[in-house]
């Protein structure tokens, strides 16, 4: 079936329908097992919408599968204080398709195009369910951080970074 195809393009402001749905119906469950219901109920709401700016930065991508539907979403952005850092950015996958390949190719994507960009660090705030899928992808776990999401509300996360070092991204 053309669904099983993954393609992996430069996001577009257009994709924001699109991503909203994917961020809005994957976080709650993807992140269900590793965070409280009181974290869940003011959190995943504020985190759990795409980023038009992110969209439109030319270095956010998605994964479509052979029918056009979104199955995956990320990118980064540079420092602006460091020009050889860049942050991963809002990365998913859609609950339904979890340990396909999706996220470690977007990965595998994100991480050539940053080191291309001349990134030679990338930082990550993963979250805490997503920690084994970045150490597989070469990250270092720093330790636990809090996220400020609004006032009086925050997200707990861990802080993690991979050397790039010049070379091709992928682990």
Do not use: K
Not at 59 to 84: F, I, K
Request: proline share 7%.
């Amino acid at each position: 079936m053309a669904a099983d195809t993954i393609t992996i393009r430069t996001a577009r402001p257009a994709d924001l329908a699109a991503a909203d749905r994917l961020f809005a119906e994957s976080y709650p469950i993807l992140l269900r097992g590793d965070y409280p219901p009181s974290v869940q109920v003011l959190a995943i709401p504020l985190i759990s919408r795409a980023q038009p700016h992110l969209l439109a930065s030319g270095t956010y991508y998605v994964a479509e599968d052979g029918d056009g539907r979104l199955v995956g979403a990320g990118g980064w952005t540079r420092s602006a204080r460091h020009r050889e850092v860049g942050q991963i950015r809002h990365v998913v996958t859609d609950h339904r398709r979890v340990r396909q390949g999706i996220g470690r190719a977007l990965m595998g994507h994100i991480l050539d195009t940053a080191a291309a960009a001349g990134l030679r660090h990338l930082q990550c705030q993963s979250t805490r369910n997503a920690v084994p899928f970045y150490a597989a992808c070469g990250f270092r776990e720093l330790g636990p951080i809090e996220v400020p999401l609004q006032p009086g509300i925050s997200f707990p996360a861990v802080a993690m970074e991979r050397d790039l070092g010049g070379l091709p991204g992928r682990a």
